[in-house]
């Protein structure tokens, strides 16, 4: 199949997941075409079957806001008619999937089509598609898809529910690992030793935003570090960076907090990794909290939206309510004394991540999607 994939390609877990689908897909000898602004921050330079076609919104003095939406709409429309792609398929509802219907709209009235497949991913349904300004061309943009995924059963559920979808149907294919990159034993862990000082090591990615909760991080940091001698690396940056050092400061553990920045990839830095923390109030999946779990870093997490769908409970890691940092202390104090324990869960959440989430089977779901959409 011949297949466009727009996603956002700036860190981030939907650009990841687009990025490693298509390469999963080239591998198997589909033919792929990114359509975004930049190029995907996990797709290497050259890959076989592998194209990038960069969106250029054009300037003009008199847009106080460039419309990017549209410029993706004429790339994705020039992409299809050129390379005669059957699929577009856009990871994030806004404007992806908004932009498609234009792009086929425009084909349509040339005699061409082309099927639209979109993947929702998180804030686009439970954040910003519910903003008044949003609300009805997000609705509008899934009912209008050929075939609508969500990433779990926690967004397909909040997906019928924030928007009433009549008029959609949303499949659940959930994110996705490559078992080998995650495998702890393949990597060296890149912080030199006199660093980590032979303390244990907990860890926190993401993009930063609000949503993440990134002083809880720190704050959860700050108890456990008090009874386990701990280092705090913080991968990744964000709006609420500022607040998280701001954070480490007055708590007195700035010295024990590494920030790293943008790293990728990830895999070499949790193959060293002790504990995983992610205290988002909203995740509809969490896939760096999947990654932590492919390399043996048992989780410590919020019990919020499909975080409980990714991480079991007292099996791979534990999960407590948003908010409530002395809970998630006292689990990771608990863990991090305990090697046996601790041993016992990065077995677990290995082989569970493995069990169910492997790349192999998940992208085979997507080609069988694409599949049945274009035999409709
Ligand atoms: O950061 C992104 O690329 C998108 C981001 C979001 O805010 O929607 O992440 C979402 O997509 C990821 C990949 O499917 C999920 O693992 C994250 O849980 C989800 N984030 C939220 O729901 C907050």
Redesign the pocket.
């Known amino acids: 199949m011949k297949i466009g994939i727009t996603?956002?390609p700036?860190?981030?877990?939907?650009?990841?997941?687009a990025t490693e689908l298509g390469i999963a897909l080239a591998a198997r000898g589909h033919h792929v075409h990114f359509i975004t602004y930049q190029q995907p921050f996990r797709l290497p330079s050259f890959l076989p079957r592998v194209w990038f076609h960069e969106v250029d919104v054009g300037r003009y003095p008199l847009f106080e806001y460039p419309p990017y939406d549209l410029a993706l709409a004429v790339r994705m429309h020039e992409v299809v008619r050129d390379h005669q792609l059957d699929i577009l398929h856009c990871?994030?509802a806004i404007p992806h999937a908004t932009s498609a219907w234009i792009a086929r709209s425009m084909l349509r009235e040339e005699g061409r089509d082309v099927k639209v497949v979109t993947?929702l991913?998180?804030?686009?349904i439970?954040?910003?598609g519910q903003e008044r300004s949003f609300f009805t061309i997000t609705k509008f943009s899934i009912e209008k898809s050929h075939a609508v995924t969500a990433?779990?059963q926690y967004?397909r559920e909040e997906t019928y529910r924030a928007f009433g979808c009549t008029g959609c149907n949303v499949g659940v294919i959930p994110?996705f690992i490559d078992p080998v990159e995650f495998d702890r034993s393949r990597h060296v862990f890149p912080i030199p030793a006199d660093v980590i000082a032979g303390r244990k090591v907990i860890m926190h990615i993401?993009?930063f935003?609000p949503?993440?909760r990134v002083r809880d991080i720190v704050r959860t940091f700050a108890l456990i570090t008090r009874e386990v001698p701990s280092v705090l690396v913080m991968v990744g940056d964000g709006p609420e960076r500022v607040e998280a050092e701001t954070e480490a400061r007055e708590l007195g553990v700035a010295d024990a907090v590494l920030f790293l920045g943008k790293i990728d990839p990830i895999a070499p830095l949790l193959a060293g990794a002790d504990l995983f923390l992610l205290t988002?109030d909203?995740?509809?999946?969490?896939?760096?909290?999947?990654e932590a779990l492919a390399s043996g870093v048992p989780v410590i997490g919020a019990h919020a939206?499909?975080?409980p769908e990714v991480v079991t409970d007292g099996v791979t890691g534990y999960l407590r309510p948003v908010g409530d940092v002395e809970g998630m202390a006292a689990a990771g104090v608990q863990l991090l004394s305990d090697p046996a324990r601790w041993q016992a869960m990065s077995a677990a959440g290995a082989a569970d991540a493995r069990r169910r989430f492997s790349e192999d089977a998940i992208v085979a779901q997507y080609e069988s999607l694409y599949e049945r959409t274009l035999s409709t």
């Open positions: 996603c956002y700036t860190y981030g877990g939907s650009g990841a997941v990871h994030y993947t991913h998180g804030t686009d439970t954040i910003v990433v779990s967004l994110n993401s993009n935003r949503v993440k988002s909203k995740e509809s999946f969490g896939l760096s909290a999947l939206g499909g975080l």
